[in-house]
């Protein structure tokens, strides 16, 4: 049986981010314990197991098995890339201007809005954590309380100032 192999896409070698605060951080290190301790010695089994079953080109099971350990194999690479490269936010004690791991508040069109600006492994727009590297805080960054940033947005562009640096 043929594993289906597609084509690589536009994003598909980007290396993550490596701006990640603490907590990141030792999430990924539990991660990588769990799928070294667990997972991997699991799936060397299963694979170890279904090799006894004879002709691997016609065992299914097998080959499932052996692309199962491949993509544990890859990931445990990845997150110790991941690791390895890894830049920690640190809290910022200088409040002047907008840098990584900082809380600011903007009003645009008359309404307050508060962001919390980190690495992009850890963006969630809906609890108000957004990238260094999207438009917004692209724009924030470097600026200080008080500044109006011009952010281009899909169909419209959008003016922000600057209310509070945390």
């Known amino acids: 049986m043929r594993v289906p192999i597609r084509k690589p896409g536009q994003y598909t070698h980007l290396k993550p981010d490596p701006h990640i605060t603490e907590e990141k951080f030792k999430e990924l290190?539990?991660?990588?314990?769990?799928?070294?301790?667990?997972?991997?010695?699991?799936?060397?089994k299963e694979v170890k197991r279904l090799a006894l079953d004879g002709d691997f080109s016609e065992n299914a099971a097998y080959q499932i098995a052996k692309g199962r350990l491949r993509g544990i194999n890859q990931r445990i690479m990845e997150i110790e890339d991941h690791l390895k490269?890894?830049?920690?936010?640190?809290?910022?004690?200088?409040?002047?201007?907008?840098?990584?791991?900082?809380?600011?508040?903007?009003?645009?069109?008359?309404?307050?809005?508060?962001y919390l600006i980190l690495g992009s492994s850890e963006t969630n727009p809906k609890e108000g954590i957004i990238s260094h590297n999207s438009p917004?805080?692209?724009?924030?960054?470097?600026r200080k309380v008080?500044?109006?940033?011009?952010?281009?947005l899909a169909?419209?562009?959008v003016e922000y100032k600057i209310i509070k640096i945390e």
Not at 146 to 152: A, F, I, L, M, S
């Open 29 to 44: 290190e539990d991660k990588l314990e769990k799928l070294k301790k667990v997972s991997w010695p699991r799936a060397v």
């Open 136 to 142: 917004i805080g692209s724009a924030l960054i470097g």
């Open 146 to 152: 008080g500044d109006k940033v011009k952010v281009q």
């Open 85 to 114: 490269r890894a830049i920690i936010i640190k809290p910022q004690e200088n409040k002047e201007s907008v840098r990584l791991g900082h809380r600011v508040t903007i009003e645009a069109v008359g309404q307050e809005k508060t």
């Open 155 to 157: 169909n419209k562009e």
